[in-house]
Structure formats: C-alpha cells, structure tokens
C-alpha cells in the first residue's frame, strides 16, 4: 500500500548546522510530494511540493528533491536558525488524499 | 484576513457524549478536510468534502459524522460510538479537489475525555 516513513525525531541541531530530515515513500506510480511543517502552537502550513520526479521543492530556505530511483524526498536545508524549530512532516498525494509521515519534531539550539 | 477558525481550542466530552467540533473557513474554498492527529503517528483522514452537501470518508471515519450545508462550514461530530476519541483534531480547505492544490489548516482543537 501507500505509506511515508520520516526518520524519528526530535532531531537536535546547532544553530547554524546543516539539516537532513529523511523521507522515504511507498506508492504505486508517481504521486506528488509534500513537506508541511507545524510550529509551536500553530496550525500546519505547506513548505513546499514537487509534483513529478526529479522536481526540485524549496522554500525558506529549505529543498527537497523528488527522487524516483530512491522512492525518496529529503528535506535539507543549509544553515539551520532557531526559528526553524517545529514539526515536520513529509506527505504524498493518493486518489487526491494525503498520506502522511508521523512528522519529525526539530529543535535547534542557539 | 482569510483563513480557517476551529473552536474551541479545547473540548472536554463526557462518557456517552456527544460533540461538535467546529470549522469555518473565509478562503472561498470548495474542498474541506477533516484530520486526526495523535502523538507519533502522521495525520489520519477522518472526512472530506469536496462541494457543499456532499462529503466522503476518509480511512477512519467510523464513530464520526459531518455535514457541509454552507461552503464555508464543516463541523465534526464526535460520538459516543468513537471508544478513543481523546487527540487533536485538524481541518483544512483547498481550493478544490486537485490534490495540487495547497491544504490550508486551521490552529486544531484538542479533545479530551473526563
């Protein structure tokens, strides 16, 4: 079936360090991709999306790449600040559902 | 300012009670989700409705019921029928049903068991 497996948090970084969130996805063709991120008493809110492979998501600062060969969507993001910490979660698109990871909580400390 | 309003932000239910969750959203969307969220897992599809006065279940809607008589408005329904109903609850709108399109969320409201 379709699923998302996001690597377990809470990730702890350093201000300044550079982020890798892993996301790896089951599904049966090419469904579209999602990272979503939850700060601190807020709702969910899209950070980006690539719709086919090798799309390129980005936004704030932070990419992901659509990587069909590796069934896989990694956040990244080069310099991390302590406004980045939050929850997130990697999605993919099923029968125009969501299938969500169980989100990954990022704490960066100054 | 658009955008979507869930109230309350808390919500206790008794045993056997029933409870209405609330959703309203001023984007002028016609797609409407509602979604579960418990500690360690990824958010659940409760129900979604993609035009007024019709609506779908999602994978766990069982002890759960909606209604979409306005486009802007999508209660939840928690019933006594729902034996866990204890987690906090998201909805969100989309423009329409082309998963494309951005879902929007509303800050949640938590739901507790006394």
Same mark, same amino acid.
């Given at each position: 079936?379709?699923?998302?497996?996001?690597?377990?948090? @809470?990730?702890?970084?350093?201000?300044?360090?550079?982020?890798?969130?892993?996301?790896?996805?089951?599904?049966?063709?090419?469904?579209?991709?999602?990272?979503?991120?939850?700060?601190?008493?807020?709702?969910?809110?899209?950070?980006?999306?690539?719709?086919?492979?090798?799309?390129?998501?980005?936004?704030?600062?932070?990419?992901?790449?659509?990587?069909?060969?590796?069934?896989?969507?990694?956040?990244?993001?080069?310099?991390?600040?302590?406004?980045?910490?939050?929850?997130?979660?990697?999605?993919?698109?099923?029968?125009?559902?969501?299938?969500?990871?169980?989100?990954?909580?990022?704490?960066?400390?100054? | 300012?658009?955008?979507?309003?869930?109230?309350?932000?808390?919500?206790?239910?008794?045993?056997?009670?029933?409870?209405?969750?609330?959703?309203?959203?001023?984007?002028?969307?016609?797609?409407?989700?509602?979604?579960?969220?418990? @500690?360690?897992?990824?958010?659940?599809?409760?129900?979604?409705?993609?035009?007024?006065?019709?609506?779908?279940?999602?994978?766990?809607?069982?002890?759960?019921?909606?209604?979409?008589?306005?486009?802007?408005?999508?209660?939840?329904?928690?019933?006594?029928?729902?034996?866990? @109903?204890?987690?906090?609850?998201?909805?969100?709108?989309?423009?329409?049903?082309?998963?494309?399109?951005?879902?929007?969320?509303?800050?949640?409201?938590?739901?507790?068991?006394?």
């Amino acid at each position: 079936g379709n699923s998302v497996t996001q690597m377990e948090g @809470p990730v702890t970084l350093s201000e300044e360090a550079f982020l890798t969130i892993n996301c790896t996805y089951t599904a049966t063709g090419y469904p579209s991709l999602f990272w979503y991120v939850q700060y601190p008493g807020e709702g969910l809110q899209l950070l980006l999306k690539a719709t086919k492979a090798d799309d390129k998501g980005s936004n704030k600062g932070f990419e992901a790449t659509y990587r069909k060969e590796t069934t896989s969507f990694h956040l990244e993001k080069g310099s991390v600040q302590v406004s980045d910490s939050a929850v997130y979660f990697c999605a993919l698109e099923r029968d125009y559902q969501l299938i969500w990871g169980a989100g990954t909580k990022l704490i960066i400390k100054p | 300012d658009g955008g979507i309003t869930q109230s309350p932000k808390y919500l206790f239910r008794k045993e056997g009670q029933n409870v209405t969750l609330s959703c309203e959203q001023n984007l002028n969307h016609d797609a409407m989700y509602w979604y579960r969220q418990d @500690p360690g897992q990824g958010l659940r599809l409760i129900y979604y409705s993609q035009i007024v006065n019709d609506f779908q279940k999602g994978d766990i809607a069982e002890g759960y019921s909606v209604s979409r008589e306005k486009k802007e408005s999508f209660p939840l329904t928690v019933t006594s029928a729902q034996k866990n @109903p204890t987690a906090f609850y998201l909805c969100a709108s989309s423009r329409g049903q082309e998963i494309q399109e951005t879902q929007y969320f509303g800050p949640g409201t938590r739901l507790l068991v006394l």
